[in-house]
């Protein structure tokens, strides 16, 4: 099993920036994808950004330029890199891992991110 743990969330105003990091602890076995997903009020989570074990990364439009996803396998970290922000960000974002072998999802706490406008 795998265990994540957001952290770096808060409040912003627009045009800031944040860096949220996300720590996996356990059986973080390799190949695997971890990504940054997130949910505003009444909407659906949707992918933010994603990065394999083999460096692919994957970006929503709404973000590419402005986001840049990175990780540490050595720590078993993800990162996401956050700037420009605006209030269309503001949502719970979630850590997520996706492993290959056993083929199972895990999923961070969420941490909050609110832009003021």
């Known amino acids: 099993q795998v265990r994540l743990v957001e952290s770096g969330g808060g409040f912003v105003q627009t045009g800031g920036s944040l860096e949220l990091s996300c720590a996996a602890s356990?059986?973080?076995?390799?190949?695997?994808?971890m990504g940054w997903y997130r949910q505003a009020p009444g909407k659906q989570r949707e992918l933010v950004a994603s990065m394999s074990s083999g460096g692919r990364t994957n970006y929503a439009d709404s973000v590419k330029g402005r986001f840049t996803i990175s990780r540490d396998d050595a720590k078993n970290t993800v990162s996401l890199q956050m700037s420009s922000l605006k209030p269309e960000d503001s949502a719970v974002y979630y850590c997520r891992i996706d492993r290959a072998w056993p083929r199972d999802t895990t999923w961070g706490q969420g941490t909050q991110v609110t832009v003021s406008s």
């Open positions: 356990g059986s973080v076995f390799r190949p695997n994808t």
